[in-house]
């Protein structure tokens, strides 16, 4: 056996993309999928040192005792993450990576690190606005032109799921206030109308989520409506607006108006006519960054602790909408012992 090997269980929409990364970074692949149509595709488009199986226990048994060396990808729906995960990690598996959502219960997220945790697991997972670097952008045009940080971020659109795409902007919001939420409220609905599939559900309504200085997260979907999502952050004195291709550009209210009366309920448009920073990020693949940082080529940036913390803000909405009350954070033993498992992905 060679000393790296690749393992990705689900070969779908998203899973194939990163199963032609993985073919040109490992030596040998081992590709996953119970479908006979996914099945056939990695027999069709990937190299031939690619092994390909119907069964993750079949693919478990080829790695036997080599499953220190194996690095894991879970691109399977949401409902399957945490018995994949949990596989790989009794295998011997010791570094995973996880699509979004890491699980479909505050307890499997839970389980999922507390396994994690007594294995010596590496875990990452598939939520790649932290890689972009916009961020980075945000805090540094905020604090030069805007007035300071955002103190709150806003996401507003039509069928674009709560778990599916805001799971993204949740994390993001996360990595732009440089804060964990201290708690969320929310109340959202589901419609069998998932693409994926009619067993998982589209999530819209409204949440937010408080941070501990007072920054605000709010998300609300519409799935009465086919109008793409909108996103951006209020600053002091502009705003930060994010589009559809992921283009940042910020806008400033004009500075003499702010100079000649700062109190903040004296309100005023931002200058649309003249864009004070814009970033467009590069929007290749980050798969090969993050993988190198579960194989500790690069330090990583965002393993266990942060990927838990992502995967517990973004439940524990839906857990405030079925309990009807606000989740503060940290999440008690009892939300998350009485938490249920959500058909989403």
């Known amino acids: 056996?060679?000393?790296?090997?690749?393992?990705?269980?689900?070969?779908?929409?998203?899973?194939?993309?990163?199963?032609?990364?993985?073919?040109?970074?490992?030596?040998?692949?081992?590709?996953v999928d119970s479908s006979p149509t996914a099945q056939q595709w990695a027999r069709d488009q990937l190299p031939s040192h690619v092994r390909v199986f119907g069964a993750l226990s079949d693919a478990l048994a080829e790695i036997s005792e080599h499953a220190a060396q194996v690095t894991a990808v879970i691109a399977t729906w949401g409902p399957h993450h945490f018995e994949a995960f949990s596989r790989l990690v009794q295998s011997g598996v010791q570094r995973v990576f996880c699509e979004k959502p890491l699980a479909t219960s505050l307890q499997q997220i839970q389980t999922m690190n507390s396994i994690s945790k007594e294995h010596s697991v590496q875990v990452t997972a598939g939520l790649h606005l932290r890689y972009r670097h916009m961020s980075e952008f945000i805090h540094r045009i905020s604090?030069?032109?805007?007035?300071?940080?955002?103190?709150?971020?806003?996401?507003?659109?039509?069928?674009?799921?709560?778990?599916?795409?805001?799971?993204?902007?949740?994390?993001?919001?996360?990595?732009?206030?440089?804060?964990?939420?201290?708690?969320?409220?929310?109340?959202?609905?589901?419609?069998?109308?998932?693409?994926?599939s009619e067993t998982l559900q589209y999530w819209d309504g409204v949440a937010v989520w408080e941070f501990p200085q007072g920054q605000r997260a709010?998300?609300?979907?519409?799935?009465?409506?086919?109008?793409?999502?909108?996103?951006?952050?209020?600053?002091?004195?502009?705003?930060?607006?994010?589009?559809?291709?992921?283009?940042?550009?910020?806008?400033?209210?004009?500075?003499?108006?702010?100079?000649?009366?700062?109190?903040?309920?004296?309100?005023?448009?931002?200058?649309?006519?003249?864009?004070?920073?814009?970033?467009?990020?590069?929007?290749?693949?980050?798969?090969?960054?993050q993988l190198d940082e579960l194989e500790g080529v690069r330090v990583s940036s965002y393993g266990l602790p942060e990927v838990v913390e992502s995967a517990n803000a973004l439940l524990a909405a839906f857990e405030s909408s079925r309990l009807g009350k606000r989740i503060d954070f940290p999440l008690s033993d009892d939300v998350i012992t009485d938490s249920q498992s959500w058909a989403i992905s």
């Open 218 to 289: 709010t998300i609300t979907y519409d799935n009465a409506s086919s109008v793409h999502e909108r996103a951006r952050f209020y600053a002091p004195a502009g705003v930060v607006e994010i589009d559809t291709s992921l283009t940042v550009r910020a806008f400033q209210r004009d500075p003499s108006e702010v100079a000649a009366d700062r109190r903040v309920i004296k309100v005023g448009e931002v200058q649309r006519d003249e864009l004070v920073g814009e970033f467009t990020p590069d929007l290749g693949e980050v798969l090969s960054t």
């Open 143 to 196: 604090a030069e032109r805007l007035g300071g940080r955002p103190t709150t971020f806003v996401v507003d659109g039509g069928a674009r799921c709560l778990a599916t795409t805001g799971s993204h902007w949740v994390d993001f919001a996360i990595a732009v206030f440089a804060a964990s939420p201290k708690s969320v409220i929310a109340s959202l609905r589901g419609a069998p109308i998932n693409p994926r």
């Open 1 to 31: 056996m060679p000393k790296r090997i690749g393992l990705i269980v689900g070969v779908g929409s998203i899973g194939r993309r990163h199963a032609v990364v993985m073919a040109e970074r490992y030596e040998h692949l081992i590709v």
